[in-house]
């Protein structure tokens, strides 16, 4: 194995959330005002914490959210994750295969602890997550394209940035793990490739990540 860690992403990369949370965001904005397609919502928030939308709404339209606007939509969010949710084809494979071969790895995600456990128990990913394998931008000041929430894991995990790799299906998750000096594996099975032509490597079936990495 060529690096000391696996960082994953997790929505769209271990858990398939991304068409749920991102058809009930623009459902949600267009409802409040905003009209928001399904398209725009994957283009400008996916892979982003909550803060990007607060931000980006108030820069296009100069008019806040409203203050319950993350609890109300995390509220639906896992009310369709407990109906809907399911891992992404091939997660729970690379994860036996790591474990089995006794590779470091973790999950650092956009989303917040609530979020990656209420994904992950209900997909069970939870087995292959304690709670010192979760990192979330609420454990840092920023959110990504900022390195902040990769650069937190691999102190966490005691590993030096260049010898982590992190697997991504975002513009701005590649864009994070670039300028925290990682080397970054863009999963295609969701995003076109060229929006993640910053990665050092393009796949699109999880379930030979495993040996891509090797």
């Known amino acids: 194995m060529r690096y000391e860690l696996i960082i994953f992403d997790n929505d769209g990369v271990l858990v398939d959330s991304e068409p749920i949370s991102n058809t009930l965001l623009a459902g949600y ?32 339209t100069e ?7 993350d609890e109300v939509f995390h509220a639906r969010v896992f009310a369709a994750f407990e109906r809907e949710l399911e891992p992404v084809p091939g997660a729970v494979q690379v994860l036996e295969k790591l474990a089995a071969d006794g590779v470091p790895y973790c999950v650092a995600s956009s989303g917040s602890h609530e979020r990656i456990r209420v994904g992950h128990r209900k997909t069970g990913l939870d087995r292959w997550f304690d709670e010192g394998r979760v990192f979330s931008s609420q454990d840092v000041g920023r959110g990504k394209p900022a390195p902040d929430l990769f650069l937190y894991a691999a102190e966490r995990m005691g590993v030096a940035p260049e010898k982590c790799v ?28 060229d929006r993640l032509a910053g990665a050092t490597r393009l796949f699109s079936d999880m379930g030979q990540l495993a040996d891509l990495l090797v």
């Open 166 to 193: 992190v697997v991504e299906d975002s513009p701005l998750g590649v864009q994070a793990a670039v300028a925290a000096g990682m080397d970054v594996y863009g999963f295609t099975a969701m995003t076109p490739a």
């Open 63 to 69: 008019q806040r959210l409203p203050a319950d606007f």
């Open 29 to 60: 904005l267009t409802e409040l005002g905003h009209p928001t397609s399904y398209e725009e919502s994957l283009r400008d928030y996916m892979g982003s914490a909550m803060h990007r939308v607060h931000d980006l709404v108030e820069e296009r």
